[in-house]
């Protein structure tokens, strides 16, 4: 079994996703997991002559086979260049079959007759012992969804995710559960396969063993400069990502990391010493995408910080740091939330002891499409104003902050802590943030659904961010005197667009 998480539920959510992908009506999931007998023979008879492209070896060596699921309505043909470099890299006498699908859409119930037909023509052609456990299986974007669907619980000898990802489980990462060697590899400018997907899967690594055989075994490696395309022929959708990397570079980068990984992963006896030296790039290769993703990961823990941090921005001047205490309240639901309130004692020791109240909202994604920002969308913060904090403590107040200040504040942030390249690529080709105002509302009725405003300008190639606001001052009633709402821009939603919604055209 490849992925001890992988279940009914797992499989189901798989093919929902293609049914998505592909424009089929999602109340119809059974149509790729329970193929009638008519099906079965239409695909049987359209896959029946050319199911896959089958390349023969290029050198000698010990024999081993790729098989390669194309992307979403791409043709065996737009691999072909990438192929033929994998196998140019290759110490081994690598055959690579291309499996070709009905009207170029990769789904699932034509994979085992194609699949079937690459080790019919290898076997027949000299490789008569193929089989899976001397096959690694390749998948492309959609392809490598239906790829992992399809080894499940099959012996082959690893699993290559190009621009792909395994499905998530029960919200979490995948990868660390995997049984089989699996290579997650991406562009640093994969517009489709977001790096900020492929960040979850790399942290689970990380978290599950950081010890060189796991990275050997299960390598998350971004290319720097490549993008979604470069996978494949080339020819970009409108959702990629510019690249910074000629084509035929960024093809044999992909396919150095490819022929690592399998020489890594394999038992080959007489080729102990190159599998040693494969294994340590495979190991800086893992290090410096862990380099690229540090930013994101550095906001994931700002996200959950971010508001006592805008509360420590309104504390009193003059008041000792060593004298504050903040208690964090996060909330899942709208009703506890709505129903919060930030409060501040001031003890006759001298300590400011606060609480503070925050609500996190993501996009919903259930069936994991890597399209979907990661980053939270929305971060709700509910805290005292400087006013209030002041007359607890009767000290001097800090300067009054808006909510566009803390929004300021995170995007200057944030441009600190990417890497000098992806700085300079952003503040010269991506779309800049500009912060428009608050938009103050006069209630908690207004405040509490309202959300963070977001507007491209279609001339100019920036956007306006506009946060929601409600203020009252020290007199107002009913308990909420003093208070500070903002709907913020939070620290992942402004990485993401540094790294890579604010580089789209």
Request: hydrophobic fraction near 40%; charged fraction near 20%; charge should be neutral.
């Amino acid at each position: 079994m490849v992925l001890s998480a992988v279940s009914k539920h797992v499989a189901l959510t798989l093919t929902l996703g293609l049914a998505f992908i592909a424009g089929c009506r999602p109340e119809q999931p059974s149509k790729f997991l329970n193929v009638s007998s008519t099906q079965q023979e239409f695909f049987s008879h359209a896959t029946e002559a050319t199911p896959a492209v089958i390349l023969p070896p290029v050198r000698s060596g010990a024999d081993r086979l790729l098989i390669i699921f194309p992307g979403m309505h791409k043709s065996p043909e737009n691999y072909l260049s990438l192929a033929k470099e994998i196998q140019n890299q290759s110490p081994f006498r690598l055959w690579v079959g291309i499996l070709k699908f009905t009207a170029n859409l990769v789904n699932p119930p034509q994979a085992q007759s194609a699949v079937d037909y690459v080790f019919q023509q290898v076997s027949a052609s000299g490789f008569s012992y193929a089989s899976p456990s001397n096959t690694m299986v390749a998948g492309h974007s959609l392809g490598g969804i239906v790829a992992q669907y399809f080894v499940n619980k099959k012996a082959f000898a690893g699993l290559i995710l190009l621009s792909s990802y395994l499905v998530r489980s029960e919200g979490g990462s995948s990868l660390p559960q995997a049984d089989l060697p699996v290579l997650t590899l991406s562009g640093e400018l994969d517009g489709q396969t977001r790096m900020t997907r492929v960040a979850v899967d790399a942290k689970s690594m990380i978290s599950a063993s950081g010890t060189q055989s796991a990275m050997v075994k299960k390598p998350v490696i971004l290319l720097s400069g490549v993008n979604h395309a470069q996978f494949s022929d080339g020819q970009m959708a409108r959702s990629d990502l510019k690249p910074e990397v000629e084509y035929s570079q960024a093809q044999k980068k992909i396919a150095e990391v490819v022929s690592d990984f399998s020489l890594a992963n394999d038992a080959a006896f007489d080729l102990q010493e190159e599998a040693a030296a494969a294994s340590k790039r495979i190991v800086d290769a893992v290090g410096q995408t862990r380099d690229l993703m540090a930013p994101y990961w550095s906001a994931q823990t700002m996200d959950d910080n971010w508001c006592p941090e805008t509360q420590k921005a309104l504390i009193p001047l003059t008041l000792d740091p060593l004298k504050l205490s903040i208690e964090h309240k996060t909330h899942s639901g709208t009703v506890a939330f709505a129903a919060s309130k930030p409060q501040a004692e001031y003890t006759a020791e001298g300590t400011l002891n606060a609480t503070v109240h925050s609500s996190v909202s993501y996009h919903p994604n259930v069936i994991d499409r890597s399209t979907v920002p990661e980053a939270a969308q929305n971060l709700a913060c509910k805290t005292k104003n400087s006013e209030a904090l002041a007359l607890r403590t009767g000290l001097p107040a800090a300067p009054r902050l808006t909510c566009r200040d803390h929004n300021v504040r995170v995007y200057s942030w944030a441009l600190q802590q990417v890497s000098v390249t992806a700085r300079e690529r952003f503040l010269s080709r991506g779309r800049q943030l500009r912060f428009a105002p608050d938009e103050n509302l006069a209630s908690g009725l207004q405040w509490v659904p309202a959300r963070l405003a977001f507007e491209d300008d279609p001339d100019e190639r920036f956007s306006t961010v506009t946060s929601k606001a409600l203020y009252t001052g020290n007199e107002a009633p009913f308990g909420l005197a003093g208070m500070h709402y903002c709907k913020l821009l939070s620290p992942t939603r402004t990485m993401e667009w540094i790294l890579v919604d604010g580089l789209r055209d």
